[in-house]
């Protein structure tokens, strides 16, 4: 791969601003945002289910304007320093999926419920704060979302390289790029002035030995990108479950017996997860024909 | 040098104003969709905003209210491009500091842009750090509630042991809390009590908000509330496990202090019979010397001289199961 080749991705994807989030949320969000009793609350109970919204919600809380750089990992403390203007001013400005696609959607679901499997574990493991680390599972994957909008002729080239050659999408990223999602989604996450601790889960959450000071939120995003992908649910635009890395597991120290109530928790939460993104999509097919 | 956002359709700006413009030093940033618009707006605020009446249909209007909206940015002038034909304008619904009329030459653009840019110089009386507005504006907003005769509570806000606070975390994180409080407070006064409300910055740690005095009760509790929330963020995990700090007292000596916490004294209007605003910050001084001696996060309000104290319960572990 040649280093020039390279560069001129990196700086494509460094420049993206507005990345598009799913018609059925911002419609929803629209409609609670003109009701005169939404909460903040409510509306950030609904943005908390998406990574777009959720990323852009913590890039501006973390933006030099707002005065709070790298400071704010969690969504609600976000939220309560917003306000609810700013937030529903967040709403207009959101981007829509001009053509959606069903990758879109399990892309969706595949963040979302990954940022599930990340809360019950970060809480059965005495982390001080699940919330952030759940935060991390949700936004794991946005370098996907940023591959696909700044460089759709590589993003199909990959997909092509996928079904073809029967490998990871992490094998084809490497391949045609030269670089690789979590790398991307990692820089974003860092010009974007998030904290590094939510910086290195993302960056690291395929190879969480990289991970220096969040050791522990790697090997949870990292497990928890597996969990849900073994679980069928959301496939991330990848036909092979992630390998797992041996230092994460033991990092965990998780045992069977254990592993068997996480698993029951995991698939109790996700019926919820389950029944809002029918809602979203109901929403989605309506916004459309309308 | 100052940026200025245009907001509408292309050929909005001449080329003949752009080339003036540019040569001023102004840096301008065209914008022809609404949510791309807001977008800047919110994520990199222009110092100036200069909207076409009637683009896109009612995005004008709309645009003009999230910029107003964003309390922290309600100092950027607006101005309004507007064609003789459509005046005259509702300006209660049109919150902008000027219009100007098509066509314009580049010599008034460029003056309306400098008569505004100094005119805010002019009328700022607002604390530099949480943009909130400063006494004299504080002074007003109490004469008029008192003038009005209607039941208000005049909030005095400030953070407990915000020195120590700051001689361990140094300044700058010092300022951050300010900050921090000051959009809690901004906030949900915004979102419960916008009617009539008024929030200002009396300088350091000292804050005051005025709410209708029926909404006393429900702003103060969740302003207390969001803080136990937010309030993690800004203190080490050390000082967090151990639940207090060791700072130096005004003597200098070694002191233990308590995390950081909120206080609020409410001193209410009508039922004290208040005729001037020393009055009432009289009265609210000798209120929060006994609600700043109990630890926590508080608020007590003078009733006819009789204090109601109402604790809120510390909320450290936070689970959002």
Known sequence: ?290 | MARILVVGNGDLISADCRVVLEAKGYQLIFCSELSAAVGVILEDPPDLLIVERGFKGDSDLRLVKVAGSCLQKAFMPILLVVHDSMLPLDWSLFPVDDILRIPFSPEVLLTRLQLAESRMVRLFDNNPLSKLPGNTSIIKAITRVLDSGDRYGVCYVDIDNFKPYNDRYGFSQGDEVILMVARLIVNTVEEIARDGSFVGHVGGDDFVFVVKRDMVDQVCRKILSNFSVVRNIFISPEDLKVGAFIGQDRLGRDTKFELLSISIAVVCTEDNNFKHYGEVSASASQLKSFVKKKSGNNYMIDRRGSYHPVSIPRSDNKDHS
């Open chain 1, 1 to 290: 791969m040649l280093d020039e080749k390279k560069d001129g991705f990196r700086k494509a994807l460094r420049e993206i601003n507005n990345l598009p989030t799913l018609p059925g949320i911002v419609s929803k969000l629209t409609k609670m945002a003109e009701d005169p009793d939404t909460t903040t609350e409510q509306m950030g109970k609904v943005i908390s289910k998406d990574h777009i919204l959720a990323a852009k919600l913590l890039k501006l809380v973390n933006s030099a304007f707002y005065g709070f750089p790298q400071r704010i990992s969690s969504l609600d403390s976000a939220i309560i320093l917003l306000g609810f203007n700013v937030i529903k001013s967040l709403i207009i400005s959101a981007s829509i999926f001009e053509f959606m696609e069903e990758q879109d959607v399990e892309l969706w679901e595949h963040s979302l419920g990954c940022a599930v499997v990340c809360s019950v574990l970060a809480k059965r493991l005495g982390v001080s704060d699940p919330e952030e680390v759940s935060t991390a599972g949700l936004i794991h994957d946005i370098g996907k979302v940023a591959i696909k909008m700044e460089l759709p002729k590589e993003n199909e080239m990959i997909g092509q390289l996928v079904t073809e050659r029967q490998i990871s999408r992490y094998e084809a990223e490497q391949e045609v790029l030269g670089l690789q999602h979590a790398e991307v989604g990692g820089w974003l996450a860092k010009s974007w002035n998030l904290p590094g601790k939510l910086v290195e889960p993302i960056s690291c959450h395929h190879d969480p030995r990289l991970a220096k000071n969040e050791q522990l939120a790697s090997a949870i995003v990292h497990f928890s990108d597996i969990v849900i992908r073994g679980l069928g649910y959301g496939h991330a635009d990848d036909i092979w479950v992630p390998p797992l890395s041996q230092r994460a597991w033991r990092l965990l120290d998780i045992s069977p017996e254990d592993l068997d109530q996480v698993l029951d928790e995991i698939e109790e939460k996700l019926w919820d997860v389950k029944g809002f993104s029918l809602e979203i999509q109901a929403n989605t097919d309506g916004a459309v024909t309308s």
